[in-house]
C-alpha cells in the first residue's frame, strides 16, 4: 500500500486544516500520526475503512474528525480549533490486519506516508 498525504500549512491558532491520505490500495485500517520536535510520534486518528469505526486520541476529541471516501480509498483529518500544541508533522498510515486495540500503536502499522508539516502559530 502507497500512501500520499497532503493538505499541511501554517494556519493561526483557532483555524482550521483538512489533511488528506490517499491509499493505493485499500487497507482494513488508515491512521493519523504526528511528531512534533524533540517528542516521539504520537497518535491522533484512526478509522476502520469498512464501516467507519473510529479512534481519537483524547488530546483531539472534539476537535479532529478521520473521515473517509471508500470510493476513493482516502481518509481525510478535518482539524479545527487548531491550537499551537498541535504543530507537528502528520503522517498517515495504513495496514491490512490491526484489531482495534492496536490501533494507536504506530509500530503496529506496515504502511507509512510522507509527512506533512503543519504550523499553528499563537
Known amino acids: 500500500v502507497q500512501l500520499q498525504a497532503s493538505g499541511g500549512g501554517p494556519v493561526q491558532a483557532g483555524g482550521s486544516l483538512r489533511l488528506s491520505c490517499a491509499a493505493s490500495?485499500?487497507?482494513?485500517?488508515m491512521g493519523w500520526f504526528r511528531q512534533a520536535p524533540g517528542k516521539e510520534r504520537e497518535f491522533v486518528a484512526a478509522?476502520?475503512?469498512?464501516?467507519?469505526?473510529?479512534s481519537y486520541a483524547d488530546s483531539v476529541k472534539g476537535r479532529f474528525t478521520i473521515s473517509r471516501d471508500t470510493a476513493k480509498t482516502t481518509v481525510y483529518l478535518q482539524m479545527n480549533s487548531l491550537r499551537p500544541e498541535d504543530t507537528a508533522v502528520y503522517y498517515c498510515?495504513?495496514?491490512?490486519?490491526?484489531?482495534?486495540?492496536?490501533?494507536?500503536?504506530?509500530?503496529?502499522?506496515?504502511?507509512w506516508g510522507q509527512g506533512t508539516l503543519v504550523t499553528v502559530s499563537s
Open positions: 478509522i476502520l475503512l469498512s464501516g467507519g469505526t473510529t
Open positions: 498510515a495504513a495496514d491490512n490486519t490491526l484489531i482495534r486495540s492496536s490501533w494507536a500503536q504506530s509500530s503496529a502499522y506496515d504502511y
Open positions: 490500495s485499500r487497507p482494513k485500517v
